[in-house]
């Protein structure tokens, strides 16, 4: 599908029409192909933009002034393409001007390969700020934690730099290592973490049984293929449990969005009917309406949703559906609150403008933006300890005890195997936990009918 704007072809990104619902930018150069939209409703760009006079005046006097007493030669371009970027990072932090680089690197986001760091940032404060680590990268193994405060890259310091500057420093030839100072919530000091560039592919789906008949699917990103391969997880589950499931634990934790597209089709795997997301804004082609077609993949599985600070955008439209509709449980800490839509337009083959369009509204009227998703149940991240100490004593142990008749259970039976994983993530531990008493509630009330 195509879609004009004045004569030029327009990719949507952020949920304007299928596409792209990532916060900002990504410290690494994405390889994917670029995404079309479809074609414009009528009229939409009809009213020509006037400009006063007395401000037409004023740029002119600036330009002149620039070109004829600045330090150094200026060139006519560059005035004008720093002029252009001024009005559109003056809006909001999304908004930008996209030069060839930033311009490749945004159409090529999508199918989960690039180089370098590993991170999903966006500027706060003059600062870059870290929204979420990507899973198995350089900078999540390296320690970068989502809501780090990036304050130099290498020697430079941040302050004064655009995002898109910020990000081209990143970015750099695999092997090669970028010292990050960063400011961190709780210490008092900057922290440097060294991190390697490196190739990166990103795996959007993870799934597998955590316990039987309890199913855990991690969705690190929302990219093109994300949907079906959600689909495909659940059934594969489904089929390695011989059954329906018991619960399942969807983890969008640290997820800073992706493809708005993928995000209905996850949140439409299920859900039977309604609305799932709309968006809203001043043109006619903005205002759109997601809506669920039959069929849950889950069969009506008790689902979790984790969610955290991280949680942005594309992950925050599945957490907020899926509440909506009271089909899961959200827990977790609140999510980022990205809720708005930009849209990309071509300029020419190698430069494009970056504009935020529309807010998206959960199917209950909610704006995300700068709000983010509330958790049903707030669950904080916390470690978990194991007590010294060996089994319990118990009337087992007592000489001479009381056969039961079924045969004794020794007490060092009834401590389980444990899963390392469940043993080191809190949130995880306390949403299958959750699950698992709803399914106890559910066994007895089926029992008691």
Known sequence: MKRVIQGRKTTLLGGLLV????????????????????????????????????????????FSRIKEAYVEEVSDKKLLESAIKGML???????????????????????????????EVGMEDGFVKVIAPIDDTPAQRAGVQAGDLIIKLGDEPVKGMTLQDAVTRMRGKPGTILTLTIMRD??????????ERAIIKVTSIKSRMLEPGYGYVRITQFQDETGGQFVDAIEELIADHGGDLDGLIIDVRNNPGGILQAAVETSDALLDEGLIVYTEGRIQSSRLRFNAKAGDV????????LINGGSASASEILAGALQDHERAVVMGT??????????????????????????????????????????????????LTEIEGGPFFSEASLS??????????????????????????????????????????????????
């Open 19 to 62: 596409l792209s619902c990532l916060y900002g930018a990504f410290a690494t150069a994405q390889e994917s192909r670029p995404t079309e939209a479809s074609s414009p409703h009528s009229g939409q760009f009809e009213e020509e933009a006037t400009l006063p006079l007395d401000d037409l005046r004023k740029f002119t006097e600036v």
């Open 89 to 119: 990072s003056g809006l909001d932090p999304h908004s930008a001007y996209l030069e060839p680089t930033e311009y490749e690197a945004l159409e090529e986001s999508t199918t989960g390969e690039f180089g370098g760091l590993g991170i």
């Open 186 to 195: 709780g210490k008092s000091a900057p922290i440097e973490i060294d991190v």
């Open 298 to 305: 889950a069969n009506g599985a008790p689902i979790v949703v």
């Open 400 to 449: 001479g005890h009381l056969e039961n008749g079924e045969g004794d259970i020794r007490p060092e039976d009834r401590e389980s195997d444990g899963n390392p994983e469940i043993d080191r993530d809190y949130q995880l531990r306390s949403a299958l936990n959750l699950l698992k008493g709803l399914g106890i509630l559910t066994r007895r009330g089926d029992r008691a009918e």
């Open 334 to 383: 609140r999510s980022f609150g990205k809720g708005s839509v930009q849209t990309v337009i071509p300029l020419d083959e190698t430069h494009a403008i970056k504009m935020t369009t529309a807010r998206y509204f959960t199917p209950d009227g909610r704006s995300i933006q700068a709000r983010g998703i509330a958790p049903d149940i707030e669950v904080r991240p916390a470690t």
